[in-house]
């Protein structure tokens, strides 16, 4: 399914994948998956074409986050722990362990993947789950959130009976803003086992 998936959208260079229970992805032809599968047996993976080089790639033991260097770029993905009832470990996340992969803040910086938690009310139309600790961090580094989403154009990425949010987002130093041809939200249910 994730190979129809790329093969469709052939036009994706690089995708941030959660949740991932396979430390190997060997049916993605063409494509290279570097994967961060952690001791609960999910994880994080980071796909690129096969020609694309992943230099400096750093993972953390937990699977919840890896990140890499692509030509300067320094890429992070995200797999937040989710819950209302695991907030604090989110918080201590996103405090300790995220800015693991944040040695050293580049000029050029994506971070994306699934937060499971919002920093504006605009992102829930239910329980407003909001982490200080994420909202410290995207604002110390100077991040924008590159949805930059409109009244009129609300996305959200999880529905439950009690609401919908945004829990994907894809965060940007200010720099990478002019280059950003599009952004889509792509409902895909992915099914890798």
Same mark, same amino acid.
């Given at each position: ?16 994948? $959660? ?9 993605? &032809? ?15 993976? @980071? ?11 750093? &993972? ?100 439950? &009976? $009690?609401?919908?949010? &945004?829990?994907?987002? @894809? ?11 599009? @952004? ?6 992915? $099914?890798?086992?």
């Amino acid at each position: 399914m994730l190979g129809d998936f790329l093969h469709k959208h052939e036009t994706t260079d690089i995708i941030f994948l $959660q949740e991932v229970t396979q430390p190997l992805l060997h049916t993605l &032809r063409g494509h290279a998956a570097h994967t961060n599968v952690g001791t609960n047996g999910r994880g994080t993976a @980071i796909v690129t074409w096969e020609h694309y080089t992943l230099n400096n790639i750093v &993972r953390l033991p937990s699977g919840r986050g890896m990140a890499a260097d692509f030509l300067g770029l320094w890429l992070v993905n995200v797999y937040a722990p989710s819950g209302a009832e695991r907030k604090q470990e989110r918080e201590v996340f996103f405090n300790i362990d995220l800015p693991q992969l944040l040695l050293e803040t580049p000029s050029m910086m994506l971070i994306g993947g699934d937060f499971n938690c919002v920093l504006a009310k605009t992102n829930c139309t239910g329980n407003f789950n909001y982490s200080r600790a994420l909202h410290v961090l995207i604002r110390g580094l100077y991040l924008i959130d590159m949805w930059e989403t409109a009244r009129e154009r609300r996305i959200f990425t999880h529905y439950t &009976r $009690q609401g919908a949010t &945004r829990l994907d987002r @894809i965060y940007a130093t200010s720099n990478l803003r002019g280059r950003k041809c599009g @952004i889509e939200t792509v409902p895909q249910p992915l $099914q890798t086992t």
